[in-house]
């Protein structure tokens, strides 16, 4: 089910055909909901046999939920046809996180087998390559960067993600990427501004800053 941001601009596009054999013009009301709520309508104009895309306009309602959508198609006046989508919308608030993995990161082997207890994760670590790795998210409100505490507990395998503590401004996102080996931390960036999708998955590649959608 496709979702989006309550208030957020979007276009719906519906393909309208004329089957007839003589031109007609059309008139197409988009609405929205269980009240068939009005978002948007338009005038169109198709000759006989043709086919077109038709834009809508629409601003999506702020309360969230499950909307379902119609269309209705008429000619001077005439309803011809009672439409309804074959997926409904969803209407969410936006959490303001992302998922990051990261590439380019100095790695170690960890022989593993062991469990770390005595931590709140009791986490058994297997053999394997680890990047011991964390990312520190700007918050411009604050003035300064924090970490998520659920990143950086015990080892971290290379392919291990990072999300924010809390919401963060996704407009505007700025982080620093710490690492380790038996060389001690180094921190790399900052990197960003970006730009990104709510609840998105990116990459940030370390040596060249480029973030990708994307998981490694």
Same mark, same amino acid.
């Given at each position: 089910? /496709?979702? %989006?941001?309550?208030?957020?601009? !979007? @276009?719906? +596009? =519906?393909?309208? $055909?004329?089957? $007839?054999?003589?031109? %007609? &013009? ?10 068939? *709520? ?6 169109? !104009?198709? =000759? =006989? ?8 306009? *629409?601003?999506? /309602?702020? $309360? ?7 269309? &209705?198609?008429?000619?001077?006046? +005439?309803?011809?046809? !009672?439409?309804?989508? $074959?997926?409904?919308?969803? @209407? ?9 993995? =990261?590439?380019?990161?100095?790695? %170690?082997?960890w022989p593993g087998g062991v469990v770390l207890e005595g931590t709140p994760y009791e986490q058994y670590l297997p053999a394997g390559y680890y990047a011991d790795w964390l990312a520190s998210w700007y918050y411009a409100d604050e003035g300064n960067y924090r970490a998520n505490p659920d990143d950086y507990h015990g080892l971290k395998l ?6 924010? /503590?809390?919401?963060? &401004? ?17 921190? !790399? ?6 730009? +990104? ?6 990459? @940030? &590649? @370390? ?10």
């Amino acid at each position: 089910m /496709p979702t %989006f941001e309550p208030g957020s601009s !979007h @276009i719906a +596009v =519906a393909p309208m $055909t004329n089957p $007839t054999a003589k031109a %007609f &013009d059309y008139d197409a009301v988009l609405y929205m909901g269980v009240n068939q *709520v009005v978002m948007d309508s338009q005038s169109f !104009h198709l =000759a =006989a046999g043709e086919s077109k895309d038709i834009s809508f306009p *629409v601003t999506m /309602p702020v $309360t969230q939920g499950t909307y379902p959508i119609y269309l &209705d198609v008429s000619s001077a006046g +005439v309803l011809l046809a !009672h439409y309804q989508a $074959t997926e409904d919308v969803a @209407i969410v608030s936006a959490k303001g996180l992302i998922t990051l993995y =990261a590439t380019g990161l100095r790695t %170690f082997y960890w022989p593993g087998g062991v469990v770390l207890e005595g931590t709140p994760y009791e986490q058994y670590l297997p053999a394997g390559y680890y990047a011991d790795w964390l990312a520190s998210w700007y918050y411009a409100d604050e003035g300064n960067y924090r970490a998520n505490p659920d990143d950086y507990h015990g080892l971290k395998l290379q392919d291990d993600p990072c999300t924010p /503590p809390y919401p963060i &401004d996704l407009n505007n996102l700025m982080f620093t990427v710490g690492d380790t080996n038996t060389g001690g931390w180094r921190t !790399h960036g900052p990197f960003g501004p970006f730009v +990104v999708k709510d609840g998105g998955v990116y990459t @940030i &590649d @370390i040596p060249t800053g480029v973030l990708t959608e994307g998981g490694i």
